[in-house]
């Protein structure tokens, strides 16, 4: 069983729409990853965090650290949105850098 | 800043032979990562550095695999006798190592093919 699920795993919608992408994980974390991965290939780093909530420009990554989930949000979504969409975590080890465990990631496909 | 840099980029060889992928970390980083990306797997993590010492290579499938960081500005992977399961993206990522600060920065990856 994977030791992070996101949900769903393939999306499309229309531009302009909210959108929802779903992580969920099982073990206790020092932080989580929101990642980016373009039909090329590259990988961005979009968002890190442990608590709370961040936002860059339209996107919005949420955390709940009780429920042990994560929720990445796109306001306005547009067409150069599209990509597979990655969360991942780092393990609570009590160090500074560690390795992180990816989910499967999201397929998200914005239609103009 | 240049950001990761991975070489080759692409690299397709013959089962059996040995395969070398290369990094070299932004500068100041003193975290690197090697990852392999496959349809079925997905991303994984297969051995991390920090300051140049590897931590945990819980990751790394078996002995065929090897990698080294003899300096702070450059790594290796190697792969030896490659075989086609081997085929996938593998990424190099690196960071601070600092708790908080250690957003991970990714090459472009190198995409190997086994024949």
């Known amino acids: 069983k994977n030791e992070v699920e996101q949900s769903p795993q393939n999306l499309t919608a229309q531009e302009g729409e909210f959108i929802t992408i779903n992580c969920s994980y099982s073990?206790?974390?020092?932080?989580l990853h929101w990642l980016q991965q373009h039909p090329g290939g590259g990988i961005v780093s979009l968002f890190m965090?442990?608590?709370g909530k961040k936002k860059h420009g339209r996107l919005i990554a949420t955390i709940n650290i009780q429920e042990k989930h994560s929720s990445l949000h796109i306001t306005a979504s547009h067409p150069r949105d599209s990509a597979v969409y990655i969360c991942?975590?780092?393990?609570?080890?009590?160090?500074?850098?560690?390795?992180?465990?990816f989910g499967k990631g999201t397929h998200l496909i914005i239609q103009p | 800043d240049a950001g990761v840099i991975q070489s080759p980029r692409h690299e397709v060889t013959e089962m059996g032979q040995e395969v070398t992928l290369r990094c070299k970390p932004i500068s100041g980083h003193n975290s690197l990562f090697w990852y392999r990306q496959t349809m079925m797997r997905g991303l994984e993590l297969l051995i991390y550095f920090n300051n140049n010492v590897p931590i945990d290579d819980s990751g790394m499938p078996e002995d065929r695999f090897s990698a080294k960081m003899p300096n702070a500005s450059f790594s290796t992977l190697k792969i030896q006798p490659s075989e086609p399961r081997d085929s996938a993206v593998y990424f190099c990522?690196?960071?601070?190592?600092?708790?908080?600060?250690?957003?991970?920065?990714f090459g472009p990856g190198t995409r190997l093919t086994v024949l």
């Open positions: 991942a975590y780092k393990r609570a080890s009590g160090g500074g850098a560690d390795g992180l465990t």
């Open positions: 965090l442990s608590s």
């Open positions: 990522a690196s960071s601070l190592s600092d708790p908080g600060a250690d957003t991970q920065y």
């Open positions: 073990v206790g974390i020092s932080a």
